[in-house]
């Protein structure tokens, strides 16, 4: 069955993939330029991760929907196991939200464009003044129910296990009193990790868990190691027994 999956990969998947994302991001970037931002910068991507998994026939298992309400703005957080974590968050999450992400994929070709066109927020820290820049757009972004997306350890994992959160993402809930929703994701470590990029995909089933919010009861620094060690412990609650424990990543 591993050969058929890797010739199924090779002839049929990973064409329809490419030509999927490149359709998908043209579709981004015109639909927010002439039209409605919220709903092309979601649904089309949406739509992007859900059909890429199941080109691949991943099953996915979502609980903890009814944990976050409509309307309602929110900071979520969540582990970083591959690159797959993306499909399942786009595709799944059922959720209008904007990414948090490194500025370098600025230059991905397609994804890029269609990421700045949909107002993702690019994190830049080559300076006070672009730090600065990227926690305004953040800051202008969080109201009238929309939520951010942040992986709060800055990298992909390279053992399954998780690594040491950054405080930005707690420290923006922090400034404007938003409660956190941390979410579980279990799967993608184990269909590509870190370490095997561009490589085979391996057939595995994904698990996305929906914590409970997390709401502030102060404000300052208190609150923001509080939010961060609760949203950690949260987490790891819900991966295998296999990647619980903190391994500390190479590039950290």
Not at 107 to 133: L, Q, S, T, W, Y
Not at 153 to 160: H, Y
Request: glycine letters at 8%; charged letters at 20%; proline letters at 6%.
């Amino acid at each position: 069955m591993k050969l058929i999956y890797r010739i199924y990969q090779l002839f049929v998947a990973l064409p329809l993939i490419a030509v999927w994302t490149v359709f998908i991001s043209l579709t981004v970037g015109i639909g927010c330029t002439i039209g409605n931002g919220h709903f092309w910068g979601y649904y089309p991507g949406k739509w992007w991760g859900n059909i890429i998994l199941k080109i691949l026939f991943i099953p996915v298992k979502v609980t903890g929907r009814e944990n976050i309400r409509k309307g309602e703005s929110y900071v979520i957080v969540s582990n970083h196991q591959g690159m797959f974590d993306i499909f399942l968050i786009y595709g799944h999450l059922c959720r209008n939200f904007k990414w948090m992400m490194k500025h370098q994929l600025r230059k991905m070709p397609f994804v890029g464009f269609a990421c700045e066109k949909a107002h993702h927020i690019f994190v830049d820290r080559r300076g006070p003044k672009k730090v600065k820049e990227t926690y305004d757009k953040a800051r202008a972004t969080l109201k009238d129910g929309m939520s951010l997306v942040v992986f709060p350890e800055g990298a992909r994992t390279f053992t399954g296990h998780m690594g040491e959160f950054k405080r930005g993402a707690f420290m923006l809930a922090d400034e404007l009193s938003l409660p956190v929703v941390p979410i579980t994701i279990n799967g993608a470590f184990d269909i590509m990790p870190r370490t095997k990029d561009w490589h085979w995909v391996s057939w595995h089933p994904m698990t996305l868990t929906i914590h409970k919010p997390i709401y502030p009861k102060t404000q300052g620094l208190e609150n923001i190691k509080t939010t961060m060690d609760k949203s950690y412990e949260t987490i790891m609650s819900a991966l295998p027994e296999k990647y619980r424990g903190f391994v500390e990543n190479p590039d950290q």
